[in-house]
Structure formats: structure tokens, C-alpha cells
């Protein structure tokens, strides 16, 4: 694996950072905080490891960027990202990602994923588990204001969980056994799909006639226009929109993703559901949708709780603050941006999966 | 029948909010206490070590872990708290539609609950 060329790479001393307090500096400006730096004056001629991620961005830039610090002679470092960096970048990472995510309308876990893979070097299986357990917790956060409202469909939420579940399932069970590259590819793909998606010009139509399928499984209903208006809208091709569901599960599953594109689709462009509705119980499904791949999760250990804590805790900050720009602003241009920024990330996971660096 | 309905939308939407909220309290609590443990200590994530535990088991160590106040364990608590969300939202809706007397809809809550279930087992031993 390419980032971890320089494990045990020993390095001539450059120019000198070391300081008495015992810290070491890279160029790049980060202090990296290193246990073994306060013997700064008595290292001479051991081996240091180096285990910093490369970032395949600039893999020669950055190395260059490594510089060490001593007295004479070759210099002896176990030079590790500590915990406390690792966090403090992640959480960050975390915080942009919830912001790009509610301003894309893609949410943050998709972003969070080629953050932790290609700049931190994560292994995907475990930035997966840590997505997907941020994906609770926003689409938690966010359906209990639109329950509230009265906009989701709960029956049909319900009856979609069925395809969404079983769906998960089985993409969680595939992801165990996928090597972490072809997963990125995929990523990539589903990525650029959903980019793609948010940019869609999306009409407000309601269909007042439902099939005979949906009328017996109670899905059309109403939601709240104003406060004493109400519009009610019909159900169509149920079975195509389960299938479409269970489709929308095993990406959640494998990916770590919420895909709400993919399950907005389902609902909005197969089952001419409004769009309002589509969305918000789309979101409302997510949780339960990502409870049944979590639980194969847990029992692989893809749930790693220091890269979880400050996945969840930045991007739910980082969606709060979207959602303020949201009001603030005007959405459409940023989403363009935001739809190129998801590209241009997207087509690097899936460069690099291909090159098989992740 | 529609008073149940927007009653329980309700009770759904704060179970989803105060939630989210005790999940962030015993996360962050539990960040705090791993971070002064191990701040200083080295991580490397990059390679997958596939493991093979039952959730009980992970649950049992997490609690083990959580009694010696251990932050990784405190934080682990949290996610799980975050799973029962969902869970909770789930249970609340099977109550609701057998209030209904919604045999339907009450089969379709039994069979999703089921699959939950089903990853359980699926996820383990193979």
C-alpha cells in the first residue's frame, strides 16, 4: 500500500525543527506530537518509523514536507500520528463534510468517507462504519423535526423498510467479504450518481390516483401545505418502487451511505410520490435502514469509537451550520459547486481504488 | 383514528430528538475521558482486521469497559444508545398500529423487526 511506503523509512536530518519542549514540526505547519522527540539530544544513528498517511494528492510533496529534526547524524524517531491529531483532524474533516453534505443535500457521511480514506488513510471498511453511524444520527436529528411537521409517510416508510432491511443486509454481508478497493470503486460511482442527482430539476406533481396495490396497503395519504390546508396525493407502481428500495438498502449497506438519492428516486420518479414527502421519509427511513447493516457491523469491527465519536460529532455540527447557511443563502448556485466538489472526490476514490491505494 | 396518528408523530419526533441528544452527552463525555487517557498514544487505521464477535459479546465487554470508565467504552455506549433510536421508533410504531388494530401494518412492523434481527444472526459465524 502506497501510504505506507515510508513505515520504517529512516531519514538523514534536514533542516532542524526539534524544539526543546519536544515537539516535532512537519512544513506543512501541522505539530506533530511525538513521545520519543524529548530525547531529541541523544538520538543518533536509530531508525525512526514514519507513519504518517501520504496524501496521494502530493505523495512526493508531502514526503518532502517530513522533515526531521536533530543533532548530527541520522535521527531516530517512532514518529506516529498521535490520537489527539487524529481527532482533532477528523472532527474538522467531519464539521466541512456535514456542511457540504446538508448544502448538497447529499448528507455527510458520503462526504466523511473519502475524507477518512484518501487524506487520512483509513481503511474503508472502517470509514464505512463510521459513516454510516453519523448517518443515524443526523437523519435522527432531522426526521424528528419533519415527524413532527407531519410531512413523512409513516406507513409508507414502514412498508419500504421491508426492501430497505433486507437490502442492508445483504450489503453489509457483501462489503465483509469485498476487497476495500472494489468498494471504493463503487463509491465512487454511487457518488457521481447522486452528484448528479442533486442537480435534477425537481417539479412538484401530485398524482391523485393511486394503484390497486397501494390503496390496499393504505399508502396514499396527505400532508400539511399550510396550516389549515392539506394536499393529498396518490401511490403508483408500488412493486417497482420496493425493488428500487431494496436496491437503495444494499448501497446503504455495502457503502456505508444513507442513499437518500437513491431511495428519493424510488419514491419521487417511480411511485410519483410528491417530493417533499419522498425526501422526508426517505430520511425518516434511513435509521432503521442503517440499524440492520450497523449490527453486522458491530459484529466485524467496523465500529471503531474514536474515528465514530468525532465522525458523528462533526457532522452533525457541520449539517447545523449547513442548514443556517441554507436559510441565509441561495442554494442553487452552491449546489452546482458542491455537485463539483462530490465529482472531483468521487472520481479520485475510484482512482485510487482502481490503483489500488486504498 | 387520526388523533393516534398525529399523537404518535409526536412521541416519535422527541424519542428521534432527545436521543440524538443523550448520544451526543455520553459521547462527548466519553471523548473527553479517552482523550485525556490516551491523547498522546499512536493510531494507525489503515489496515481492516476482520473480527468475529457476537453483538452480546461486544456488548458485554462494552459494559465491562463503561464500569472501569473506560472512554472507549463510554463512547461505544453512546453508539449504541444512537442504534436504539431507530429500534425505539420501530417499537413505538408496532404499539401504535396494534392501537389501530392495523393487522396489516402490524405484520409488515413484525416482519422489518425481524430482519433486524436476522442481521444478527447473518453477521455472525459463518
Do not use: W
Not at chain 1, 417533499?276 to 440499524?291: E, Q, Y
Request: hydrophobic share 50%.
Amino acid at each position: 500500500m502506497k501510504k505506507n511506503i515510508r513505515n520504517g523509512a529512516s531519514f538523514r536530518s534536514g533542516s532542524t525543527l526539534c524544539n526543546a519542549r519536544g515537539r516535532v514540526y512537519t512544513s506543512c505547519g501541522t505539530p506533530v506530537f511525538c513521545y520519543a522527540a524529548t530525547r531529541c539530544g541523544d538520538m543518533k544513528s536509530e531508525h525512526f518509523q514514519i507513519n504518517i498517511p501520504l496524501n496521494p494528492f502530493y505523495p512526493d510533496l508531502f514526503s518532502n514536507f517530513v522533515h526531521l529534526i536533530t543533532g548530527e547524524g541520522q535521527v531516530n524517531i517512532p514518529f506516529y500520528m498521535t490520537v489527539l491529531v487524529f481527532v482533532s483532524i477528523v472532527l474538522l474533516g467531519a464539521i466541512c463534510a456535514g456542511i457540504i453534505g446538508s448544502l448538497s443535500g447529499l448528507g455527510g457521511g458520503i462526504v466523511v468517507i473519502p475524507l477518512l480514506t484518501i487524506v487520512l488513510g483509513v481503511d474503508i471498511h472502517y470509514a464505512i462504519g463510521a459513516a454510516l453511524v453519523s448517518v443515524i444520527a443526523t437523519s435522527s436529528g432531522s426526521a424528528a423535526a419533519y415527524v413532527k411537521e407531519g410531512i413523512t409517510n409513516m406507513r409508507l416508510g414502514m412498508f419500504l423498510e421491508i426492501a430497505t432491511t433486507a437490502g442492508a443486509v445483504a450489503g453489509a454481508l457483501i462489503s465483509t467479504s469485498a476487497p476495500s478497493s472494489s468498494i471504493a470503486v463503487l463509491f465512487g460511482c454511487a457518488l457521481i450518481f447522486s452528484a448528479g442527482n442533486s442537480l435534477r430539476k425537481k417539479e412538484e406533481k401530485v398524482v391523485t390516483d393511486s394503484s390497486t396495490l397501494a390503496k390496499k396497503l393504505k399508502l396514499p395519504s396527505h400532508y400539511p401545505l399550510t396550516k389549515d390546508k392539506e394536499i393529498s396525493y396518490g401511490t403508483k407502481n408500488v412493486i417497482g418502487g420496493f425493488s428500487m428500495m431494496g436496491l437503495a438498502g444494499m448501497l446503504s449497506g455495502m457503502l456505508g451511505i444513507g442513499s437518500g438519492a437513491f431511495k428519493v428516486i424510488a419514491m419521487d420518479t417511480i411511485m410519483k410520490i410528491p417530493f417533499k414527502v419522498s425526501t422526508t421519509t426517505s430520511n425518516f427511513m434511513m435509521g432503521v435502514t442503517a440499524l440492520a447493516s450497523c449490527v453486522i457491523y458491530v459484529q466485524k469491527g467496523y465500529i471503531v469509537p474514536d474515528i465514530c465519536l468525532p465522525v458523528m460529532i462533526g457532522v452533525l455540527v457541520g449539517a447545523m451550520i449547513g442548514s443556517k447557511i441554507l436559510i441565509a443563502t441561495d442554494p442553487k448556485k452552491l449546489r452546482v459547486l458542491f455537485a463539483f466538489i462530490i465529482f472531483f472526490l468521487a472520481a479520485n476514490m475510484i482512482y485510487n481504488g482502481i490503483k489500488g491505494n486504498i | 383514528m387520526q388523533l393516534t396518528d398525529r399523537m404518535m408523530q409526536k412521541i416519535v419526533g422527541n424519542v428521534l430528538r432527545y436521543g440524538v441528544r443523550t448520544v451526543l452527552s455520553v459521547g462527548i463525555l466519553g471523548g473527553v475521558i479517552f482523550l485525556i487517557e490516551h491523547a498522546n498514544e499512536t493510531v494507525d487505521y489503515s489496515n481492516f482486521v476482520e473480527k468475529d464477535q457476537h453483538i452480546f459479546t461486544v456488548v458485554d465487554q462494552i459494559f465491562i469497559g463503561v464500569g472501569d470508565l473506560d472512554g472507549r467504552s463510554i463512547i461505544y455506549l453512546a453508539i449504541l444508545i444512537l442504534f436504539f433510536t431507530p429500534l425505539l421508533r420501530l417499537l413505538l410504531s408496532l404499539i401504535s398500529f396494534i392501537l389501530e388494530k392495523d393487522s396489516l401494518y402490524i405484520a409488515i412492523t413484525i416482519l422489518v423487526l425481524l430482519i433486524i434481527c436476522l442481521s444478527v444472526y447473518s453477521g455472525f459465524a459463518h
